[in-house]
């Protein structure tokens, strides 16, 4: 991945004139020319130097400010890499000794200072390299401790990881999906696989709502046949107090008249009980 270190240098052995001020100047293009030359010498251990571009000249004699090109190995730890490395650069042009003051520019060892670093964000066509064009759009790279690696939604990794709760997801050409697991055991109401009911359980449940009604209905039935069963007996008690009260006459309409002797138990004799029906009948 790319880098960039802003520096400042002063070359003591030469002089500011106005045209340097100028980057279309023929005098400022030979200066750069010159100046990228050094550098090129100067950082050649450098880990990751590319090249160095001028971003302007001013007086002292000349100051230079500049910027570092470099390329380092992505990872998560490149920004502590690149501030190492711009370490290196100061000490490298600060330590720089083959100054020849007629031919090559001479730097003051104590003004060569770093102004600023930057690691630059990854270019996401990245991964368009060794991926399948019909996936290309699902995939991003992504920084590890130790390099760049292309991920998809399905990494938990991803800045937006796609849901799949109780499932597997995987990319397709239509992009990422989740297939649920355990699907002969659970019916799944969402694309993510989480909203799932038991099938065992529904079973189960209906089983149980069709006993209860069973067991309501079965207890209506014996309700409802206690009740008709203790009518029957009050029936059956009514009759009987009919024939085996005291004695006692009925009186009906137009004068008739109904006698009725109370049942007797005669303890001499078989049979028990003895009914005597009404003795007689009075129409006047």
């Given at each position: 991945m790319n880098a960039t270190v802003g520096m400042t240098a002063k070359v003591d052995n030469r002089e500011f004139t106005d045209d340097?001020?100028?980057?279309?100047?023929?005098?400022?293009?030979?200066?750069?020319?010159e100046f990228k030359k050094m550098m090129k010498e100067i950082y050649k251990e450098i880990?990751?130097?590319?090249?160095?571009?001028?971003?302007?000249?001013?007086?002292?004699?000349?100051?230079?400010?500049?910027?570092?090109?470099?390329?380092?190995?992505?990872?998560?730890?490149?920004?502590?890499?690149?501030?190492?490395?711009?370490?290196?650069?100061?000490?490298?042009?600060?330590?720089?000794t083959n100054c020849d003051e007629n031919?090559?520019?001479?730097?003051?060892?104590?003004?060569?200072?770093?102004?600023?670093?930057?690691?630059?964000?990854?270019?996401?066509?990245?991964?368009?390299?060794?991926?399948?064009?019909?996936?290309?759009?699902?995939?991003?790279?992504?920084?590890?401790?130790?390099?760049v690696i292309c991920i998809t939604r399905c990494d938990k990794r991803s800045t937006n990881p796609y849901p799949c709760v109780h499932g597997t997801c995987t990319v397709t050409r239509s992009g990422p999906q989740c297939e649920c697991s355990e699907q002969s055991g659970f019916w799944y109401q969402d694309s993510a696989c989480n909203l799932r009911v038991s099938k065992v359980g529904v079973t189960v449940g209906v089983l149980l709502v069709v006993l209860v009604v069973a067991i309501a209905v079965f207890t209506a039935f014996l309700v409802r046949a206690r009740r008709q069963k203790e009518e029957y007996r009050d029936k059956l008690t009514s009759r009987s107090d009919l024939y085996c009260g005291e004695d006692e006459n009925w009186t009906g309409s137009e004068g008739f008249t109904a006698s009725n002797r109370a049942a007797t138990w005669d303890g001499d004799r078989a049979g028990g009980v003895h009914i005597q029906r009404p003795s007689h009948v009075v129409i006047p």
């Open positions: 340097l001020a100028d980057k279309s100047s023929v005098t400022f293009k030979i200066f750069e020319e880990e990751g130097y590319q090249d160095v571009v001028i971003h302007s000249l001013s007086r002292g004699s000349i100051v230079v400010n500049y910027t570092v090109l470099l390329t380092v190995r992505a990872s998560i730890t490149a920004n502590e890499t690149v501030e190492a490395i711009s370490k290196n650069l100061v000490n490298a042009i600060s330590n720089y031919n090559s520019l001479c730097f003051n060892p104590a003004f060569n200072n770093v102004t600023s670093y930057e690691v630059q964000e990854l270019d996401k066509s990245l991964c368009e390299k060794n991926i399948p064009e019909q996936f290309q759009s699902y995939y991003s790279p992504f920084i590890t401790a130790t390099t």
